[in-house]
């Protein structure tokens, strides 16, 4: 067997390794660039699922995925030939074992450090702490292939490559030239930067990097900050991936197809939905518990709106609410803006006299169709909220500012 190297001797192999510039320019350029290239594609991923461009958003996904991929795949090549990880073991099932419940015990101490960290920083120091976008919009479960797509990336591929980047290479370099406390400070705080968390989340993704730094160094291979990171990420992405999954179907292709119930909707699941003596506990009871108040699966929160509707038609207003729900779960949560349109102009048609919740269906409406390209509607529904409901106000992007941004446009 192959004897494991002494720091001098970790550290003469490196210097030796250094001098040869071609080298090292050549990691830094497929495996270093891969990095930054690969978050910009996440957070762009990001960017463009918030504004419903899918074909796009499908190209930045294959990207994101290759670069990755590549990385890893030059990784493997040069770390077998510069050897930057320490002595090479022969693993065998039982050792894989051992070194997973040696990364389960690391990562409950090194979560319990975060909570620690964060409560002090919020309890003590009285810092505000604010998910990031992608934890926002990932919380929200919504009909996203791509996002689901990243989770499950983001449970697999990206903790390898973020393992192999930034403790397996990066931090091997620094700690030739500086000493290792300051090397694994550094890579620490180079892996916080693409995860653009606020100060609380930085702080403490600042530790989680000094936690895998000392996985690395005490148990002498990278596997073991590898398997902390993958459980770590399971742990908290799968919550949402599993909310994702069950909201997960096909939007109406067409108007036509719109205009009929999704498979999923049928009479026996509306009629599933408990019994309450009104209206309004059975609307409330779709928010609390399969809305946002509850576990997010919105398309049993649109089953329960409508059984509200069947069952209650003599209690308009609460009929109009309900329906307003259906138009904002469609729109908001289910990317089916076919859909969404179309219970808009069936809840105007049906509870026109309640001005607030119509004109918010209508608004609803419009940005549905703005986000399919369908200018021309979207401008008609705006100017529909105008026309009839001039008494209802807005806090924020006004009807008003809407045409006037189509206008900047040239809808």
Sequence with gaps: MERQRSPQDTREYWEDVLEDRAYVWWLYATVGLAMPIGWTAVYGLLGLM???????????????????????????ITGKRLRLTYAARNWTWWALGKETLWAIAWGGGTLLGCVLLAW??????????????????????????????????????IPVAEELFYRGYLYNVLKIRVHRVVAAAVAALLFVIPHRYD????????????????????RKTLVTPVLVHIL??????????????????????????????????????????????????LRQYAIDTWGSRGSRRWKREVAVFE????????????????RLGIVTVYYSYLADYRRAATEADRMVDAYGQYHQEAAEALMW???????????????????????DYADVGWEQWSPRDWLDWLDRLGK
């Design 50 to 76: 918030q504004r419903r461009t899918g074909a796009i958003g499908v190209w930045s996904v294959g990207v994101f995925a290759g670069l990755w991929l590549t990385g890893c795949a030059a990784w493997l």
């Design 120 to 157: 002090l920083m919020q309890s003590i120091l009285g810092i505000e702490h604010r998910d990031s976008a992608i934890v926002e919009t990932a919380r929200r479960a919504p009909n996203s292939p791509l996002l689901l797509l990243l989770l499950l990336l983001g449970m697999t591929a």
């Design 199 to 218: 100060l609380v989340g930085s702080a403490t993704i600042f530790l989680v990097g000094l936690a895998f730094v000392a996985a690395y160094e005490h």
């Design 232 to 281: 770590g990420n399971v742990v908290m992405m799968s919550g949402y991936a599993v909310g994702i999954a069950f909201n997960l179907y096909r939007p109406a292709a067409t108007w036509e197809e719109a205009r009929q119930r999704p498979a999923w909707l049928t009479d026996e699941v509306i009629a599933a939905a408990p019994d309450f003596e009104t209206a309004e506990d």
């Design 307 to 322: 059984a509200v509707c069947a069952r209650f038609p003599e209690d308009e207003q609460t009929c109009a609410k309900a």
């Design 365 to 387: 409406k419009a940005r549905a169709c703005y986000a399919l390209g369908e200018f021309a509607l979207s401008r008609a529904a705006f100017e529909q909220v105008l026309e």
